[in-house]
């Protein structure tokens, strides 16, 4: 009985002296790691891809928008706006998927500088506010040190000099802006479809519009954006 006694009473601090770790914690080499700017970079880009696969699912058949047996030529302004209307409620996500290739491709070839100036700004707001150690904490620079407001007013003055004065970045997103728009004005004007008007019809009778893509994709990137800081 004694042997057992002292057996158990020498065996029970090496259980407790063990340290607990988790992986959620957020001090010591596991909290550190979880922190660590890859591993938001990759739980970020991971989030942003099924999202954005996810909402690309949610569009249109894409055989159905490039029909162009449907394409006839409006005979009024009129005609060609409420087309523009129907065809907006029914290819919504379609459209929007076109406008971001039409604006980032118009980018890419009008300006290739302004098209990496706003990425480089977009890196340097990544990583000022979000992904370099202690991000929510002050910034040294030149043995001063800036509280987290003073760091974004500091880089919300210096993107505005940089777009707006160096680079003709916010000139070209107007341009691509507005050859998207215009891609898709061209093509709800010109899509005639034979049930047009029947997705009015079937929402009056659901008691609504249809479901807000639009609404349900920025609650969804917004959930995105804090479980990749959290």
Known sequence: MATAATMKASATPEFTSAPLRSGTSGSGPAGDSDESPLLKLRGFALNTFASTKGF??????WAQFFDVRQ?????TIGQATKHVQANWRHFRVNYIVVMSVVMTVTMLLRSFYSFAMCFFLALLWAWVTWLRPNAKGPLKIMGKEYTPME??????VT?????FFFSNAAS???TAFLFGVLAVVAHGSLMDRADMFEDDGKDLEAGGGGPDVIGTAGIVLSNMGFSTKS
């Open 159 to 163: 993107s505005f000099v940089l777009v």
């Open 56 to 61: 690309v699912n949610t569009s249109r058949s």
């Open 151 to 156: 760091q974004r007013i500091l880089l919300g």
């Open 172 to 174: 070209s997103a107007f």
């Open 71 to 75: 394409v006839k030529i409006p005979k």
